[in-house]
């Protein structure tokens, strides 16, 4: 089913829905956002007021049953995108689901046959497939100017939080039973996706975790390499105990003419090195930064363009992390 205009409703209202996501859901064409859901009605409520939203709930069911809603944004933790995907996916709606798009791979097998079972739409926020810088990297490698890639080096160091892990509002992120895994699990999903729309899928995988830290009962070191097509070799790293001033964010994709070199999660500029030196491009990022694919989603929930991120294309990004869960 198409759509004039997508009447949002919002399951999980919040953090990540602050500046990254939920006011872009009024800010693109032929959409607007009806409601949003929290199980705490008072912070619902206290969203709603000051984002102008006209409504809010603290049951999802009563959200996904409003009639003025055609659409689902699902921002909660992993461990309910299953359920809530089902349950909206049931009543009619088509629904755009936070990453990771849940818990493991089978669980996301489970949601691409609901998804054909209700013969309706579901697109997984993996957004850095729209932003400027992604959409370089891919035209910059597309027209050969670094070559034939051999190499592709990924690392993530972070310190730390302070006891452990703080604030509260992040501790879901470091229970395995919410999250599927550690910190790995919320930032790789971006990474990983964008290598797989890159590179296509990899022919090998292997990865290892482990808790170094025993900050929380999850892993806090990931690795995982992988050959994609054309024997492109990737090496990633993630560890999330290291000294503050050891902290880094930092891809490289190397070729045999030269390499490119940019970061995931902080305004990144955009290195380009060749035989004619260095050159550096400034990119920015969107205010809300989800917005460009909001709008994509919008487009192709009114039957106005193609998903721009698929079950099935987070299906591959799972298997990925899948491979890494040995502690």
Known sequence: ??????????????????????????????????????????????????????????EASELINDKEINAIYIATPPSSHEQFTEEALKAGKPVYVEKPVTLNSASCERMIELSKKYNNKVSVAHYRRALPIFNKVKSILSDGIIGNIRLVQLSVLQQPKRNGID????????????????????????????????????????????????????????????????????????????????????????????????GFFSNSNLEITTDKGTEILEMTYPVNIQQPMIDAVTKYFRG?????????????????MDRTMKM
């Open 1 to 58: 089913m198409d759509y004039k205009t997508i009447g949002w409703g919002i399951i999980g209202c919040g953090d990540v829905c602050e500046v990254k996501s939920g006011p872009a859901f009024n800010k693109v064409n032929n959409s607007k956002l009806v409601a949003v859901m929290r199980r705490d009605l008072s912070k619902a409520a206290d969203y709603a007021k000051r984002h102008h939203v006209p409504k809010f709930y603290s």
């Open 167 to 262: 604030p509260l509002e992040v501790q879901w992120r470091v229970n395995p039973e919410l999250s599927g895994g550690g910190l790995f699990h919320d930032l790789a999903p971006h990474q990983l996706d964008i290598m797989y729309w890159l590179f296509g899928e990899p022919k090998q995988v292997t990865g290892h975790s482990m808790n170094q830290s025993k900050n929380y009962n999850a892993p806090d070191l990931t690795t995982l390499q992988a050959v994609f097509d054309k024997d492109i070799y990737f090496n990633g790293v993630w560890t999330f105990s290291v000294a503050d001033n050891c902290k880094g964010d930092v891809c490289e994709i190397i070729g045999d003419k030269g390499k490119l070199r940019f």
């Open 304 to 320: 106005e363009g193609n998903n721009p991120c698929s079950l099935e294309d987070a299906l591959v990004t799972m298997k990925m």
